[in-house]
């Protein structure tokens, strides 16, 4: 890997630290060679510390060490994306990042999704939706409706019709969420049998 240490003069380079499976930003360092060539060797992210003038591996007090899964160069060779598996919190002031936020997994819209579901269940406006409805009728109707949605999926899976496919699958993962918030779970619930599998 080609690292263009001398761009700022001082033998140092920005170094993002980012979650390898929540995919967050925990952290900012910066690194030299040395400092480098220990994280390859150990596995456990070293920086260069601008303060204590000295490498400095993340953990080395505290124990919470970030192990190395990958390391990104950019396109101008002079930053470095480094993806890590965190020993609890990163920030020093205990926080799980340095911007003082819970690094937890997203799904995207689906994160999005499911909040969507959680207001429409618990909606006080006294307008029903439809999600309300189902909620309303209680856990039978909603695995019902999770268990037409997935056999509609499997059927049109045996078909050639790629976007009936796509919106069966779509509505079976809809309900799906809604029986999971139903039974009182959520996608995170779902995420940690999966690595625990894993």
């Not at 263009?4 to 390898?20: C, E, M, S, T, Y």
């Not at 204590?52 to 919470?64: A, D, M, P, V, Y």
Request: glycine content about 6%.
């Amino acid at each position: 890997m080609e690292i263009n240490f001398d761009k700022n003069g001082d033998g140092l380079l920005p170094v993002i630290i980012q979650d390898a499976v929540t995919k967050n930003i925990l952290m900012l360092g910066y690194m030299n060679q040395e400092a480098l060539d220990r994280t390859m060797e150990t596995k456990k992210v070293t920086f260069f510390s601008r303060s204590k003038q000295r490498l400095w591996t993340k953990g080395e007090e505290s124990g919470n060490f970030l192990y190395l899964e990958n390391i990104k160069n950019d396109c101008d060779k002079d930053t470095l994306l480094i993806l890590v598996n965190p020993v609890g919190p990163t920030c020093h002031t205990g926080s799980d990042t340095c911007w003082g936020e819970k690094n937890i997994s997203n799904f995207g819209f689906l994160s999005k999704l499911e909040k969507v579901i959680e207001q429409r269940r618990t909606s006080s406006t006294g307008e029903t939706s439809y999600v309300a409805s189902l909620f309303e009728k209680g856990i039978n109707k909603i695995a019902q409706k999770v268990g037409e949605e997935a056999i509609e999926t499997v059927i049109e899976a045996k078909d050639n019709n790629d976007e009936l496919f796509l919106n069966e699958s779509a509505d079976l993962l809809f309900h799906y969420l809604i029986l999971l918030q139903a039974k009182g779970f959520t996608l995170k619930d779902i995420e940690k049998v999966l690595k625990e599998r894993h």
